[in-house]
């Protein structure tokens, strides 16, 4: 007896809705894996960063996130990021945790929801210190920050020159975008610098008879003859300046190590006094050129508020790490040997 034709398709079609249903739920669930699922690994199970450099292109971030091992499963991403149209990677520095899925992950890339990076200025002698730092916190790169710095047209913007330039940064804890450019990163000092330089502060700078910068140089002098003190360093600037009023050489240890650049000389030569440099201080008159170091903030405000006295000369004490002051030069002579026997006794010759 033949199959009734009607009941044939009837079970075609049972068949085929089973089917769709297995497929349709086969997909519904490799979905809702790669949707909802964890998918980000960090290592230790911790917190980390991603960092998208700029001009990274979607490629090439999926490229990173398996090299880095961020991600297993590209391709689940990648249909997640085009379901979500984000097709143009944002740079930045992002942090990831451990077992995000995702639709997290990319709804954090495609919203440029970075993080800021807390970047410390402080304690830098050199240009080549400072663009150093500035390159390994930021993406900017170190040798357009070195550029920057020495190119006189850029600086001439902003009243600068390269010798003077360093007198431009303020110490202190920032936060920038990482993904900051060298151009970025300078503009937001300039500002710094004229939030510092208050009204106030250049009004005190007139009543010396200095610039800005030659406060600032002053400040770094200062602040290498007397680190571990502070107090101190008032009665130092008005020393300093007793002496530039009379012009006499300021004579400062730490000006000829910066024109040796050996920082690790803790003993100042006859020799060493010979050094050819207008940062030798000892050979020439007045301020050298530059600051020898980024004098901090406080170092700046000690010069502005200057302790007036009479004295000429100061020699360190070993013993205590401050200074003897003295009006006439045979006391400070006899200062000063007592210093180079304190010196030979500790053995240090250089």
Not at 226 to 236: A, S, T
Request: charge should be positive; glycine fraction near 4%; aromatic fraction near 14%.
């Amino acid at each position: 007896m033949n199959a009734n034709p009607r009941n044939i398709w009837k079970r075609i079609f049972t068949f085929m809705v089973i089917i769709l249903i297995v497929f349709a739920s086969a997909g519904g669930f490799w979905f809702y894996r790669i949707y909802f699922n964890p998918s980000v690994q960090t290592p230790d199970k911790k917190q980390d960063f991603l960092y998208i450099r700029t001009g990274t292109t979607m490629p090439e971030l999926m490229q990173q996130m398996a090299d880095e091992k961020i991600i297993s499963d590209t391709s689940g991403f990648m249909v997640i990021a085009k379901l979500k149209k984000f097709t143009v990677p944002k740079p930045g520095r992002y942090r990831i945790k451990d077992g995000m899925n995702n639709r997290e992950l990319v709804n954090l890339l495609r919203a440029g929801l970075q993080e800021k990076v807390s970047f410390t200025l402080n304690q830098i002698r050199t240009k080549e210190e400072l663009a150093g730092r500035v390159g390994a916190k930021l993406e900017a790169d170190s040798a357009q920050v070195i550029f920057l710095l020495n190119d006189a047209g850029y600086l001439s913007r902003y009243g600068m020159i390269p010798s003077t330039v360093m007198t431009l940064f303020i110490p202190d804890t920032y936060f920038f975008y990482w993904n900051t450019s060298a151009e970025q990163w300078f503009e937001r000092m300039t500002q710094e610098y004229k939030k510092f330089w208050t009204e106030a502060r250049k009004a005190k700078a007139r009543n010396m008879n200095l610039t800005q910068s030659e406060v600032v140089i002053l400040a770094s002098i200062v602040e290498s003859e007397q680190f571990r003190y502070p107090e101190e360093r008032p009665l130092i600037a008005g020393l300093y300046l007793n002496r530039l009023k009379k012009n006499i050489r300021l004579q400062s240890d730490p000006t000829v190590i910066y024109a040796l650049g050996d920082f690790s000389i803790q003993r100042v030569s006859n020799a060493d006094l010979e050094v050819d440099s207008p940062y030798n201080t000892y050979k020439y008159a007045g301020l050298p050129p530059g600051p020898i170091r980024i004098p901090q903030q406080s170092s700046i405000d000690a010069v502005l508020n200057y302790q007036e006295c009479d004295f000429i000369y100061m020699c360190a004490d070993f013993e205590t790490g401050k200074h003897k002051f003295s009006k006439e030069y045979d006391e400070h002579l006899k200062y000063a040997r007592e210093y180079q026997k304190a010196l030979n006794k500790a053995e240090i010759k250089r």
